[in-house]
């Protein structure tokens, strides 16, 4: 069968860590694209949390082989692979969170838009799944580009009466981490020490993203040279990656660590911790566009509140303003596409 589960092994695992009396509520966290570059170590990731019980690993194939193997790691959650369109439906019922990592990666000289096509016929198949089998689950949106993928969503779960606001979230966590990264290298910081905090608002996709090194804490004292060259390092990361792999894909294994912790705080929220905040890309009523990135308060329903940029400096204010036509564009594009498609 296609279904693998964990062995009862793992089940009294979990009653000897008391998870399953109550001092963490029952979770469902489904993958959808768990095969894939992102997929497999984003699975690997979900099953080391506590907070999830139940792992459901979706791909259109391959997902028997990962479900197998990351099964057996003894940790809480019991693990289901589903495979194909038939058991879609199977792997979203229940579901607290989907995490999105499906579609195709970028390859040297393409940019994020370049994916439009392909990636937005798949989200909107997956989202129009999540409609029927799990509305009112918190959607955790990975497939570029994020900055058109999730306008889609949106529109999908608007045709389908489901939509509510509180619960979509286009992952821009991965652009946090890296800022953070490399703010801690220039700033001689130690960045694990998990003092470096800062925001990254806008959108996921080359001069969209706007890091607001301003708010950077701890405070440093870099050179203006030094913030452009980090803030176009941040918006150039992905690219960097995928010049790197030369052709074999984009950003997986730093991305599966970003979508965990995004995922993470997600549940965090759910289950009613404090002040979780962190940044992603939802709707949004900071500037003018419909959907932008900034730093969200998490809770119960999800969005609990979408927080203000806070003070930019001149630099900052004139990479928002850059970055406000072509964001508004791949909004509008995903928009497009939803209605027509
Ligand atoms: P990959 O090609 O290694 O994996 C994609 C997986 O999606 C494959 O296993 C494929 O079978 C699966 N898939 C395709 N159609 C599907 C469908 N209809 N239903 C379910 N699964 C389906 O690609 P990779 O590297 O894992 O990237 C996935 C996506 O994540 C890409 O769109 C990529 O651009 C995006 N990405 C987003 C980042 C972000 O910061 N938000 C960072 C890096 C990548």
Known sequence: SIVRRSSTAGASYVSRRGFASGSAPERKVAVLGAAGGIGQ???????????????????????????????????????????????????????????????????????????????????????????????????????????????????VFKKAGTYDEKKLFGVTMLDVVRAKTFYAGKAKV??????VNLPVVGGHAGITILPLFSQATPKANLSDEEIVALTKRTQDGGTEVVEAKAGKGSATLSMAYAGAIFADACLKGLNGVPDVVECAFVQSNVTELPFFASKVRLGKNGVEEVLGLGPLNDYEKQGLEALKPELLSSIEKGIKFAKEN
């Open 41 to 155: 170590p984003l699975s690997l990731l979900m099953k080391l949390n506590p907070l999830v019980s139940s792992l459901s690993l979706y791909d259109i194939a391959g997902t028997p082989g990962v479900a197998a193997d990351v099964s057996h790691i003894n940790t809480r959650s019991e693990v289901a692979g589903f495979a194909g369109e038939e058991q879609l439906g199977q792997a979203l019922e229940g579901a607290d969170v989907v995490i999105i990592p499906a579609g195709v990666p970028r390859k040297p000289g393409m940019t994020r838009d370049d994916l439009f096509n392909i990636n937005a016929g798949i989200v909107k198949s997956l989202c129009t799944a999540i409609a029927k089998y799990c509305p009112n689950a918190l959607v955790n949106m990975i497939s570029n580009p994020v900055n058109s993928t999730v306008p889609i969503a949106a529109e």
């Open 190 to 195: 130690n960045v694990a020490g998990a003092q």
